[in-house]
């Protein structure tokens, strides 16, 4: 007999040993991280969870019941009797089944009344339907591509479930090795920001850590992750997780795929939806300009495909040898400290991936407890002397003062930005300041991929600062939707807005390198009453760093696809303090904060000289031993 199939016999028995006989289980399988046990009876299990919460602790390894089948009633009729069963009072927005897990999603906008008391109705819809309810409250703006993903995945069921088996066939693999000699190897984002990617090789496993790409680079061996380095090897890779969404940390993984990886991906859930929305927007952008990508849309699709979205707080096992546990980093929403536990306690590893240690409107400060810490490897974004940013509270008062006096003299203000986290940020400034009087009220147009982050951001309140999560949850006020905002649907309506009132435009891109951003500049950057107010990182070679330095005038491309001088004469301000990057003092705090205190401190995701600085600060200060690696150097950790 195979070793996995006596695993799997093994618990097998250990389960059917404490499973009542009348819940008539008709298979055990490995599905992904965790143990799915399928029964012809899953109402009797879930009313009895306790049962299944004794197994769990036996055998250690995470269950799911999964209805068989067999026994389940046909996506129609489920969702009919699921209708009766309800109350209308929960007014029910969506019914949508994932056969693969044997699930059925149910959002309303009174969830509460999905689940009964004491979770009553939901063993109602079990026991009825034979399908496993999921209940979510309904996103106050519906997100396309949640419900693109949503269909995708319902769709490709069967080989979704493929998928899911061969991924827990190799993480529940009986080892070979003791854990001994455990290594990263640094393959992108090193001395320098962008294409970020670690590569964590075990005796047993290989894991990688962020799959990035330097969206400023046209150099294939600048812009991408060495990946030919000889460490890396795709047909041996148990998995890939990803950090957050942003693509000089996740723009390169689809690639993967396109090559013949075939596991897993492991993130939050809102990172996996904001991950999808921006590889497809970087792949429009790239035809746009006429590049040839690294990948398309169909390896954008395996990747959802292969993504397995995590909570934080719950720890999976990813590998025979390593368990993952992701916890909030406050950079962006789903953003994730990566926690590694390797072997049986030998090894612990933090990876921050780009993180916020100081809570801001839009989401909590990064977590500092942890079971156990050996290594840390730390983000240096802003690790220089003098990267000391102005404090929230400063930072807010220059902008609001910038745009009432722009408003006064009947200007309007232009604000580029990102369109994940720094527009959703702006978004709650400028709704709190306008309610509390602080802010004269003046019409925010909102134009750019804004509004699909936006709707992604809704669909996930449980990921937000505890007053939004409270004022959407618990007040029924929704910020992202106040009457201040208006959401611009078609380039024909700028042209009214231009030469409209005076007004707040928010619009992407950040850097002025593309996007409905570019159309507004030209038309305003001529009026001196008129304003733009940079609120985020200008890279050196963009539009938004020459306009940022002064530039008195531009080339630009007119509607008549004739090139314009523009003329830059409206008041240029740039404002530090909205970033959701730690500064200097921030990293260093949370370095000496972080609970239990490391042994070894690693430095990535910095300019050279900020690694550097930042490092002797570590090494004089605390005593730890603090290393900065180059790209395609390898560390042995133990």
């Known amino acids: 007999m195979p070793a996995l199939d006596k695993t799997k016999v093994e618990i097998s028995q250990h389960i059917l040993e404490h499973v009542p006989k009348e819940a008539e289980i008709t298979r055990i399988e490995f599905e992904g ?13 879930v009313e009895q969870s306790y049962i299944v919460a004794d197994i769990v602790n036996l055998i250690r390894k995470r269950i799911v019941i999964r209805p068989d089948p067999s026994v389940r009633l046909p996506e129609k009729e489920a969702e009919t009797l699921i209708q009766k069963i309800v109350s209308a009072d929960a007014e029910i927005t969506g019914i949508n089944f994932d056969p693969s897990l044997g699930e059925v999603i149910v959002e309303a906008k009174k969830p509460g009344l999905v689940i009964g008391k004491n979770g009553a109705i939901l063993q109602e819809i079990v026991r009825e339907t034979r399908w496993r309810p999921r209940i979510l409250r309904s996103p106050p703006i519906p997100s396309k591509i ?7 995945l319902h769709a490709e069921s069967k080989e979704r479930e493929r998928i899911l088996r061969t991924v827990g066939e190799r993480i529940f693999r009986p080892t070979v090795y003791k854990v001994g000699d455990i290594r990263i ?5 090193f001395r320098e920001v962008g294409r970020s990617a670690i590569l964590l090789q075990t005796r047993e496993s290989q894991v990688l850590i962020d799959c990035g790409i330097n969206p400023g680079s046209t150099n294939p061996l600048e812009a991408f992750p060495r990946l030919d380095a000889p460490q890396f090897d795709l047909d041996n890779l148990d998995a890939v997780i990803v950090s957050h969404a942003h693509l000089d940390h996740c723009g390169l993984l689809p690639f993967l795929y396109k090559y013949g990886y075939d ?5 939050s859930a809102p990172t996996s939806n904001l991950m999808t929305l921006l590889q497809l927007d970087y792949l429009d952008v790239l035809s746009k300009q006429g590049i040839m990508p690294p990948y398309d849309q169909r390896d954008v699709r395996e990747t959802v495909l292969h993504t397995l979205p995590l909570r934080y707080g719950a720890v999976t096992d ?3 040898d390593i368990r993952l546990t992701l916890h909030n980093a406050g950079h962006i929403l789903g953003s994730s400290l990566v926690h590694l536990h390797i ?28 079971p156990r810490v050996e290594t840390i490897i730390t983000e240096s974004t802003y690790g220089a002397l003098q990267d000391v940013m102005p404090s929230r509270m400063e930072a807010e008062s220059k902008l609001t003062s910038i745009i009432n006096e722009t408003l006064d003299r009947k200007g309007k203000v232009l604000i580029p930005v990102p369109a994940v986290g720094r527009a959703q940020e702006i978004m709650l400034i400028l709704d709190g300041y306008m309610r509390r009087g602080m802010l004269k009220e003046a019409p925010v147009f909102i134009e750019g991929m804004i509004s699909e982050a936006t709707a992604i951001h809704t669909a996930y309140p449980e990921y937000l ?13 929704n910020p992202f939707q106040s009457d201040y905002f208006t959401m611009v649907e078609h380039p024909s309506a700028r042209e009214e807005i231009i030469v409209g009132e005076p007004s707040i435009i928010i619009a992407t891109s950040g850097m002025l390198e593309g996007g409905p951003v570019i159309d507004y500049f030209k038309r305003l950057a001529s009026d001196e009453r008129n304003a733009i107010i940079f609120v985020s990182y200008q890279i050196e070679g963009t539009l938004g760093r020459r306009v940022q330095k002064g530039m008195l005038e531009t080339p630009m491309i ?4 004739k090139i314009e001088v523009i003329k830059v004469n409206l008041r240029i301000e740039s404002i530090e303090g909205f970033s959701g990057h730690s500064d200097r003092k921030q990293i260093v705090n949370y370095i000496s904060r972080v609970t239990p205190r490391p042994e070894r401190i690693i430095v990535c995701h910095g300019e050279k000289a900020k690694c550097l600085s930042i490092a002797r600060l570590f090494q004089r200060k605390y005593k730890i031993e603090t290393i900065v690696p180059e790209n395609l150097e390898t560390i042995k950790l133990r």
């Open 33 to 45: 991280p965790v143990l799915a046990v399928y029964t012809k009876k899953p109402e009797i299990l």
């Open 146 to 152: 949640v419900a693109h993903m949503r269909h995708y």
């Open 185 to 189: 190897t640094a393959l992108g984002g």
């Open 263 to 267: 596991g897993p991906v492991y993130s």
């Open 318 to 320: 990813i590998a025979p």
């Open 343 to 370: 072997g049986e306690g030998v090894h612990n590893i933090v990876y921050t991936g780009d993180y916020k240690y100081g809570r801001t409107m839009l989401l909590e400060s990064a977590t500092i407890e942890f």
């Open 465 to 477: 600062d505890r007053d939004v999560r409270n004022s959407i949850l618990h007040e029924g006020i």
């Open 558 to 561: 007119n509607s008549e696809g």
